[in-house]
Nanobody
Framework: VQLVESGGGSVQSGGSLRLSCVGS????????MAWFRQAPGKEREGVAG???????IYSSSVKDRFTISRHNAENTLYLEMNNLEPDDTAMYYC?????????????????????WGQGTQVTVSS
């Protein structure tokens, strides 16, 4: 299993970025997917999650600014980030939990995700 994130970078406050995560080695379409982030000195935080019926969930800190989506035919997960703020600065990770649909949606519980990417850095300057 491999998850590869891309799309991070440095932007000014108010700017936008689109993160991508390509999954391989598992059935992407039957997997719960999510984005997490971790800033230096802080705990890992759930940002957004999506199930295989395209239901989504967001942390309160990014709701109405970020949008998670998935393109199953391309095994790709996206995170559209708008109106970025300096507090959004962090390493962003995508995570996957392959599932047959028998288990509850893990939403933003990081310990319930089996596979993780290496991360992509997002830096927002004021």
């Amino acid at each position: 299993v491999q998850l590869v994130e891309s799309g991070g970078g440095s932007v000014q406050s108010g700017g936008s970025l689109r993160l991508s995560c390509v999954g391989s080695g598992y059935t992407f379409s039957n997997s719960y997917m999510a984005w997490f982030r971790q800033a230096p000195g802080k705990e890992r935080e759930g940002v957004a999650g999506i199930d295989f019926d395209n239901r989504s969930i967001y942390s309160s800190s990014v709701k109405d600014r970020f949008t998670i989506s998935r393109h199953n035919a391309e095994n790709t997960l996206y995170l559209e980030m708008n109106n970025l703020e300096p507090d959004d600065t962090a390493m962003y990770y995508c995570a996957a939990r392959p599932d047959s649909g028998r288990l509850p949606w893990p939403k933003l519980s990081s310990y319930k995700y089996n596979y993780w990417g290496q991360g992509t850095q997002v830096t927002v300057s004021s």
